[in-house]
């Protein structure tokens, strides 16, 4: 049956017609998939502000006579063989996403990139913030700045929930993800 095909003559496109004749290739060590979320230049600033304040404000730690910080997390790590991201680490982990979308965005608001754990950032160190506003002995107070991170960490879950909005982005504009240098081209 396959000769009487080729005999007749097909009005419809093939799909090798369809096909694009050069394909576009994007090297995974150079480029990674994101979403793009509104950012305003106020709200860098109110995170910034939460950093410091959080970073400034005294925790409980200090007052407690048994165990340092330190201790306490070689404690876990070793109970649980995984270590524990220090306060600082978070801090550090918050400040260069918004230091990257702060170089992204050009005026009083624009769009800038999230990617995969960009939420899952945002949402340790919110519920870090959240635990030392609730802490008696802990001076840390729940501050306007924490509903703006919560307002970002909506906007990035937003954004994730929505197929239509994933990219292909340089890995140099994504927050976590830097693109491998000296990988040669050969795919």
């Not at 519920?127 to 703006?148: G, K, M, S, V, Y």
Request: with cysteine; aromatic share 6%.
């Amino acid at each position: 049956m396959s000769w009487i095909s080729d005999l007749i003559a097909s009005s419809e496109p093939s799909l090798e017609d369809i096909q694009p004749e050069r394909e576009e290739r994007f090297p995974r060590h150079t480029y990674g998939t994101g979403r793009p979320i509104v950012i305003h230049q106020d709200e860098l600033d109110d995170i910034h502000r939460l950093l410091e304040i959080e970073r400034n404000a005294p925790d409980g730690w200090d007052k407690l006579p048994l165990l340092s910080r330190e201790e306490f997390d070689q404690v876990v790590e070793d109970r649980t063989g995984h270590s524990v991201p220090s306060p600082e680490d978070r801090r550090d982990e918050i400040r260069a996403i918004i230091e990257l979308w702060q170089e992204q965005i050009s005026g009083t608001q624009d769009a800038v990139w999230t990617t995969t754990g960009t939420d899952t950032r945002f949402k340790f160190y919110i519920a870090r913030c959240e635990a030392r506003a609730e802490a008696d002995d802990d001076d840390f107070e729940e501050t306007a700045e924490l509903e703006t991170a919560r307002e970002i960490l909506d906007r990035i879950e937003t954004a994730q929930g929505i197929d239509s909005k994933l990219a292909i982005v340089h890995k140099s504009d994504l927050p976590l993800k830097r693109p491998e240098e000296n990988i040669s081209e050969s795919n």
